[in-house]
């Protein structure tokens, strides 16, 4: 049996430059941070002694006989992408639900290629991780998804991630003293809004504006390197930070007059008039997590004006997927039992 760990993620600054479409000409960066609320993905090979090949339980449980049988699209891509031939059980449980904004899609797709290698006893090094996540949904599955969800999922990390024009992702880690890291991740509330929504849906239509919305996400784009310095100049004061959020907030919403909505525009409005410097609302739009960024003192009367929400403690995960228990099906006459499978487990989060 592997057990996978995948985190969620924040993004800050830059959303929609990740797309391809997008960064392939204007180029693309986005400023964002996993954190510690994760997809969990439980795998181990099927015994031969049931009716069914394959056992996937998610939302829904799917027994099935054939790869080609099975709806789910990120197991049935990524089982075909990586020709796996085995009869497996794959569970999926998760921290955040589903169509929320935090990047859940692609980390469950990032932890489930990384749980089929680890399954196989293979590492899989972070960057060829996202890049396959990226390909599966992008390509195969051909997702209306940007290439920043998969980055974080597998490297963790307060990030700026650059897309670059001929393809390329780089990614560099935003680097602060310990504690203005532990100061600024104290200044975010995270509040579910109780809307789920079909975020591919939304960044279609966000694509398709691609060429009338150039200004705005080339100013988005402006912004990620403003909230770095801020964040690289140190001296725990970021309140900078937070109208930038703002900022990028009013630019967001004149992509799609689908980001927002009355509930939204009330939640929003309600967080700063409480004390919140600012915030936005996470993912392509719609529903799901809004952000917000709020000094300590103010976040306790943001919580009471917001009691009907539900809000969520959080902190900065710097992991990205990892192997949390590998303990395969037979043992294979290397090593000596859990010593063995403790130092393999660490050799495949490598």
């Given amino acids: 049996m592997i057990i996978s760990r995948t985190p969620h993620r924040i993004s800050f600054f830059g959303g929609g430059t990740d797309y391809p479409s997008w960064y392939l000409e204007h180029g693309g960066k986005v400023l964002g941070a996993a954190i510690d609320k994760y997809c969990y993905i439980t795998c181990r090979e099927l015994p031969p002694f049931f009716k069914h090949k394959h056992r996937i339980a998610y939302s829904k449980v799917e027994t099935v006989n054939h790869i080609d049988e099975i709806q789910h699209p990120s197991v049935k891509s990524t089982l075909k992408y990586l020709g796996v031939e085995r009869g497996l059980e794959i569970h999926h449980d998760g921290d ?19 749980t089929l290698y680890a399954l196989e006893g293979k590492i899989i090094l972070k960057e060829e991780l996202f890049k396959k996540a990226i390909h599966i ?14 980055v974080w999922a597998a490297c963790g990390g307060v990030n700026t991630i650059e897309f670059l024009h001929n393809g390329n992702i780089v990614v560099r880690p935003v680097i602060m003293k310990e504690q203005d890291l532990r100061g600024f991740e104290s200044r975010f509330m995270l509040l579910f809004t109780g809307r789920a929504r079909f975020a591919s849906e939304i960044a279609k239509e966000q694509i398709q504006n691609t060429s009338k919305n150039k200004s705005e996400l080339k100013e988005m784009r402006g912004l990620v390197d403003e909230a770095e310095k801020i964040l690289v100049r140190g001296g725990g004061d970021f309140t900078d930070f937070g109208r930038l959020l703002n900022e990028t907030w009013e630019l967001k919403k004149r992509l799609s007059d689908k980001i927002s909505n009355i509930e939204i525009d009330h939640i929003y409005d309600t967080a700063i008039r409480n004390g919140a410097v600012g915030g936005k609302l996470l993912g ?3 529903g799901g997590f809004m952000v917000f960024y709020a000094e300590p003192e103010s976040q306790k009367k943001i919580k009471e004006a917001l009691r009907g929400y539900i809000h969520v403690p959080f902190r900065f995960d710097f992991s990205g997927s990892e192997i949390m228990v590998y303990k395969p099906d037979y043992y294979n006459g290397n090593g000596s039992g859990a010593v063995y499978f403790e130092k393999k487990a660490l050799e495949l989060n490598a």
């Fill in 137 to 150: 949904e992008q390509n195969i599955i051909k997702e209306s998804v940007g290439s920043q969800d998969q």
């Fill in 284 to 286: 392509a739009g719609n």
């Fill in 96 to 114: 955040i639900p589903a169509l929320s904004g935090m990047g859940s899609s692609s980390a469950f797709t990032v932890g489930l290629i990384k």
